[in-house]
């Protein structure tokens, strides 16, 4: 309620736990059934999209602007985020300026994500970079 009061749209089914910090809320877009953990930031600057059934896990921090370190006036740059649909964003990641997180993909915890993901990828470390993930049949209990 408070943040469609402050211009946020957001879907059904948001869970948005505790001590979040949404610099501008008119600036964020939220789609059904989006989980925002614990000490979630999320420096909206420029747009915020979280689109359908998206994790963003405890204190992982969405960052929209920038300077640019070789101007003299160190100018401020800023880029949208959109994380797409199914995506999960796990505890203590960065998400730089300009990033796209494909559709369900992985970003694990601690990554610092300066490039946008492909679709059903997961990435890890800093800089992250794409891992393999296991196989549905590797995830399965032997029988």
């Not at 879907?11 to 000490?39: A, H, M, T, Y």
């Not at 359908?52 to 880029?79: E, I, M, W």
């Not at 300009?98 to 470390?125: D, P």
């Amino acid at each position: 309620m408070w943040l469609r009061l402050f211009g946020a749209r957001a879907g059904r089914r948001v869970v948005i736990r505790s001590n979040v910090n949404i610099s501008f809320p008119w600036r964020l877009s939220l789609g059904d059934d989006v989980w925002l953990g614990e000490d979630v930031g999320i420096l909206s600057l420029a747009p915020v999209t979280i689109e359908n059934s998206v994790c963003v896990s405890q204190r992982a921090y969405l960052c929209t602007g920038s300077h640019d370190f070789r101007s003299p006036k160190f100018d401020l740059v800023t880029k949208p985020i959109v994380l797409r649909a199914g995506a999960w964003v796990a505890a203590q990641s960065f998400i730089g300026p300009g990033v796209e997180v494909g559709q369900g993909s992985v970003v694990s915890a601690g990554s610092v994500v300066m490039r946008s993901v492909g679709a059903a990828c997961m990435v890890s470390g800093n800089p992250a970079v794409e891992r393999p993930q296991r196989s549905k049949s590797d995830r399965l209990p032997a029988k």
